[in-house]
């Protein structure tokens, strides 16, 4: 089973649940934005991954500077907290599989998680090339 932890709006969210899903999987598809996080969600998935909550945080296109989190100085625990408080500041997807736990940022992460690799050729949504016709990556 693989997991994706999803942003439908998010285009790299939407490369790496296109790229499973090629694959021949169906993942549960976690939108955690409406879902939101928990605690021991976010230690466990970040511990798996092995990530700190620092390197999981998502400076752009969220409230992490307004919220003054981008201060070095700023504690794990205080990142959970305002993970909990705003979702958004964890960047994104995360995918969970029986390969292991990433943050697949590029898109093009997530092909190690997988035990079959799509069809070739495969394209990201601005067209770029991920596996050729002949299956192999670029």
Not at 58 to 87: C, F, N, Q, V, Y
Not at 95 to 119: F, H, I, M, T
Request: charged share 25%.
């Amino acid at each position: 089973m693989i997991v994706i932890h999803h942003n439908p709006d998010c285009g790299t969210s939407r490369n790496v649940l296109a790229f499973i899903r090629k694959s021949g999987v169906e993942p549960v598809v976690v939108e955690y934005l409406t879902e939101g996080w928990t605690r021991p969600q976010l230690l466990a998935l970040f511990a798996a991954a092995d990530i700190t909550p620092r390197e999981a945080l998502r400076t752009t296109k969220s409230p992490a500077a307004e919220l003054g989190l981008l201060d070095e100085r700023i504690s794990d625990d205080a990142l959970l907290d305002a993970m909990l408080d705003h979702p958004i500041l964890v960047n994104r997807p995360i995918v969970c599989s029986p390969k292991g736990v990433r943050l697949c940022r590029p898109s093009e992460a997530v092909l190690d998680l997988l035990d079959q690799l799509p069809a070739g050729p495969l394209y990201k949504e601005d067209g770029q090339m991920v596996i050729n016709e002949n299956g192999d990556r670029p």
